[in-house]
């Protein structure tokens, strides 16, 4: 893996969950050919045992371990194996997220004809249960581990942890109000956290990535020819660098947030990783 630098994060122990994903598991290569010792969280167990095997055929060092980040109980399992093979977490990368189609609308505006259309779902027709997942799965899937690891952190210079927000958090994309309202959330959770952990050797800052190509969203992105859906093209058109992002587009960012010697006095900061997209008010 080419890394942009590489800091020495050879005493750290790193959890990253949702670490079988595209760009989380390119986190914990990263931070593995940086040294650390990486225990990758995910309920997609076979999936993050591949992304070991990667990072050991690297050189580095990683455990996959099979865990809810909704279930406490799961968590604590993790955390027990955690202390077990390597020692106390330094780094936690919260990076357990995603939507659900059913919290998603039909259309970007209303429009009165899709009530008479069985076949289309608009605002009136989320399904309350799947909106609650979506919050859960990237609200509560966040704090649960951020509960369960942050206890080994207390009063231990260096500490650091990695949300993963959204462009969605700064204006929120049309169609997806739940997963929308659940990364604005991390946002705010995120600074709230950087107060509550100030005075404790724990920073805590979050990087928003623009829109970038992986199997989640790859049915919004991409025709069954290969070419770009209409809203692609709308995404590509109101982002200034004309492109989706690489998952190596955020590994600087992600290095230097985690490095106490390049950003040991920032904390509480939200940073977009977007080709300009946040910047653009399209005109």
Known sequence: MNL??????????????????????????????????????????????????AILAEGGMAIAIKTNVLEKESLDAAHKLVLETYGKCNMLINGAGGNNPKATTADEFFDPAVLADPEKKSFFDLDVSAVSFVFGLNFIGTLLPTQVFARDMIGSSGSVILNVSSMNAFTPLTKIPAYSAAKAAISNFTQWLAVYFSKSGIRVNAMAPGFFSTEQNAALLWNADGTPTARAAKILNHTPMGRFGEPEDLIGTLLFLLDDKSAAFLTGVVVPVDGGFSAYSGV
């Open 4 to 53: 942009p630098f590489k800091p020495d994060f050879s005493d750290r122990v790193a959890v990253v969950t949702g670490g079988a994903g595209v760009l989380c598991g390119m986190f914990a290569r990263a931070i593995a050919a940086c040294g650390a010792k990486v225990a990758i969280l995910d309920l997609a167990e076979e999936k993050a045992q591949l992304i070991v095997d």
